[in-house]
């Protein structure tokens, strides 16, 4: 689990990450993880559907690891592009791609930014060269996109939960999305990337 509080936290700080950071299902290694713990809990509910759960993690398993093969050139490529984000919801995916995080429209996680916050924000971004803004659809898109504007970014949507698009139906699918969309989006901005 990343960024758990080392300090009290209350409801008046507004943090919606009082036990840690809870978005960690993107990163194969993080869904590895969570299945294993699912087979377990399903066998102990059901110990005659056992043997059924085990068969079905290795088979997950499997594919996760030919998955893993597939992206890890994109992954690579993906290594060390700065990017701001809107919540801190890619904390998990950016340290599984090297993606580095250089700031939050949020100032905390689930608290809405104030002109000073987002002014500091652009001009951090416009110093790093971060060129990619990420969001997930259901935030605010007037606030991100004078951001992404003002700094000279772009202001990408991207999936981070199976069903969030019709075609994403499991997290498979929900990976190679972001992977795909994150890749496209690098290669219009960066002329010197593409895969
Ligand atoms: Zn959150």
């Known amino acids: 689990m990343l960024d758990i509080p080392t300090t009290r936290v209350d409801r008046s700080m507004g943090d919606i990450h009082p036990q840690g950071n809870p978005h960690y299902w993107l990163p194969p290694g993080n869904a590895r993880i969570l299945a294993r713990e699912i087979a377990q809990r399903l066998g102990q ?17 499997q594919r996760v690891d030919a998955k893993e093969k597939e992206w890890a050139p994109l992954v690579q490529k993906l ?3 700065k990017v701001a984000t809107y919540h801190k919801s ?3 995916a950016s340290q599984w791609l090297g993606m580095e995080e250089i700031g939050y429209v949020e100032p905390k996680p689930g608290i809405p930014p104030d002109p000073q ?16 803004l990420l969001m997930e659809n259901f935030y605010n898109r007037s606030v991100a996109s004078l951001v992404a504007e003002k700094a000279g970014a772009k202001l990408l949507t991207l999936p981070t939960d199976v069903g969030a698009e019709p075609a994403i139906k499991d997290w498979f699918t929900l990976v190679d999305a972001v992977l795909k969309q994150l890749s496209t989006a690098l290669c219009v901005l960066l002329p010197a990337w593409s895969v």
């Open 45 to 61: 509910l059901d110990p005659q559907g056992r043997a059924q759960y085990e068969k079905n993690l290795a088979r997950f398993n």
């Open 79 to 81: 290594h060390g592009v």
């Open 90 to 92: 890619w904390t998990y």
């Open 117 to 132: 916050h987002l002014a500091r924000l652009i001009s951090v971004m416009k110093e790093d060269g971060a060129k990619l």
